[in-house]
């Protein structure tokens, strides 16, 4: 077993990838590029919007601003040495670069999980607390609650990459996914992983159903506020001011449960590369579009910013 576990050290693995040179993968890696560079743009945008405006310094953008960070640090962990593999034809990836790979993106899924969870309790307090809303979701409780869900996701990165990573590896090196998944990974080892596997649905079970069914309570509680207002104005937006959240809730955790949570015997790893694609990619960029076409105020100074340009331009 030491021999194998060197053996991976020194030679690293092969990902299998999700396209091959035909003409329609040729096409699907061309959109998944131009998703990519979308997720980029956005995000940034997002984020230098949030931080710019002072109007936008509310806990609702401060906990968006985290979760476009996070969707800026997740296509930049997995999309770029994909796109890299793909384009040289070489599909190698070293140990290290492996265990890195599985540290950001266990820790940033993780983190994505519970801040979206949390965030449903913001929603929650503006809504059926409002005057009380300012102390309720204070500066300092804005950036406890930011703060768990990095610690919490970083540290269950951490232990899914040292255990990942502590495995040996002496049979075939071939990953068959697109970027080093911890799952894909433990079909390699050559060694008994029952353990690992009770311990890995044990994080997938505190990161992923822990703050869903967090967000199940908040939104039946939002839903008993909103039936007891008598204004309909009043009722349409408070029910907006949630859609948003409850968009990115859906795409998010589907694509994460319906990979995670399987029992075994379902999975099948073509199924597993593509809804991957979904959450590794597509989400971050449908992300910063939910939030900015369906909300006023993020348009409002989005144009203003425009504006400005245009008035600079002509002077």
Known sequence: MRIGLNQSSLDG?????????????????????????????GNVLLIFLIYADPRLHTPMYFF???????????????????????????????????????GFFVSLVGSEGLLLGLMAYDRYVAISHPLHYPIL?????????????????????????????SLPYCGSR??????????AL?????ADTS??????????????????????AS????????????????RKKALATCSSHLTAVSLFYGAAMFIYLRPRRYRAPSHDKVVSV???????????????????EVMGSLRKRLDGCRIGDQH
């Open 195 to 216: 353990i690992f596997d009770t311990l890995l649905f044990a994080c997938c079970v505190f990161m992923l159903l822990l703050p869903f069914s967090f967000i199940v």
């Open 174 to 183: 071939n990953v068959d996914h697109f970027f080093c998944e911890v799952p």
């Open 219 to 234: 939104y039946a509680r939002i839903l008993g506020a909103v039936l007891h207002m008598r204004s309909a104005q009043a």
């Open 64 to 102: 968006l601003s985290q979760l476009s960070l996070m969707d800026l640090m997740l296509v930049c962990d997995i999309v770029p040495k994909m796109a890299v593999n793909f384009l040289s034809g070489r599909k190698s990836i070293s140990f290290v670069g492996c265990g890195i790979q599985i």
């Open 186 to 190: 433990l079909k390699l080892a050559c």
């Open 13 to 41: 693995f092969i990902l299998l990838g999700i396209f091959s040179h035909s003409q329609t993968d040729l096409i699907l890696f061309s959109v998944v590029m131009i998703v990519f560079t979308v997720a980029l743009c």
């Open 137 to 165: 979701m204070s500066q300092r409780v804005c950036l406890q609650i930011a703060g768990s869900s990095w610690t919490f996701g970083i540290i269950d990165g951490m232990i899914q990459m040292v255990g990942a990573m």
């Open 278 to 296: 979904f959450y590794t990619v597509l989400t971050p960029m449908l992300n910063p579009l939910i939030y900015s076409l369906r909300n006023q």
